[in-house]
């Protein structure tokens, strides 16, 4: 289940503000009269072509959830598939389900999950919903270790076709595996996050994996940084800057 966003009151202003504390930001420019859903910038697609990339992916999804290709369906409680919009113009692409996102059947659910939803909605000021997120690997790989090679080549086509639905503006690469699957590369996450590079002409933006942030929160700041660019690329002002007079 996607972690509920924090509603109006002190308690989830105390939260967003000490989030923004930790990546740095340190002034803060909103109106009195700001909202979150009334500033997210995010323009529909047609209702036809919603429609359209919508079944498709349901389609997509029950194929997924039948497959047997790999090794990994023999330990997976269920397939994982996606969570998000169809129209979504940002699409952020982790690694492979752990033990929560197994269970559930969503991914970026756990306590991984729940950092990247702060990003997205208290960092962005975007909602969860309007984003698409989705993993390298549909199923999880025993004990969260990382995935091999060859279960990527069997699954590859399943996030191609994610992609080519969604058809998002950007792509987030969270951590290595999704960085060096969308880039066709060996080089690693340090030296590859915060340099857009491109997948099929479509811009990408490596940045590190919540889990990796959990573990090293220092690096939060690099992160934030890598989604300002973005935000920029997409012609969305951060939220730290909406509601600023000019
Ligand atoms: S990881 Fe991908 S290829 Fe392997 S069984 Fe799951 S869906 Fe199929």
Redesign the pocket.
């Given at each position: 289940m996607t972690p509920a966003r924090p509603g109006p009151g002190s308690d989830a202003l105390r939260e967003t503000l000490a989030y923004y504390r930790d990546l740095g930001v340190a002034e803060l420019y909103l109106s009195s009269s700001f909202t979150f859903e009334e500033n997210a910038p995010y323009p529909a697609a047609s209702p036809t072509a919603r429609l359209a990339s919508a079944s498709d992916l349901q389609s997509l999804a029950k194929e997924?959830s039948d497959?047997?290709?790999?090794?990994?369906?023999k330990t997976?409680k269920q397939?994982v598939f996606a969570d998000g919009s169809p129209d979504a113009r940002i699409m952020f692409i982790g690694e492979?389900p752990g033990a929560d996102e197994d269970a559930q059947g969503l991914p970026f659910v756990g306590r991984a999950g729940q950092l990247l939803t702060r990003m997205i909605e208290d960092g962005m000021g975007l909602p969860r919903s309007s984003v698409y997120i989705a993993n390298v690997?549909?199923?999880r790989p025993p004990d969260n270790r990382n995935p091999e090679p060859d279960?990527i080549a069997?699954?590859r086509g399943?996030l191609e076709r994610q992609i080519d639905l969604v058809k998002p503006e950007v792509l987030v690469a969270l951590g290595k595996f999704a960085a060096q699957f969308l880039l066709e590369t060996e080089e690693g996450i340090m030296r590859l996050r915060g340099k857009w590079g491109s997948y099929r002409g479509i811009p990408v933006m490596p940045t590190f994996h919540p889990s990796f942030l959990l573990r090293q929160p220092a690096q939060k700041k690099e992160a934030w940084e890598d989604l300002l660019a973005v935000l920029a690329r997409l012609g969305i002002e951060p939220p730290a800057r909406r509601g600023k007079a000019t």
């Open positions: 997924v497959c047997v290709t790999c090794r990994l369906c997976r397939t492979a690997l549909k199923c279960e069997s699954c399943y």
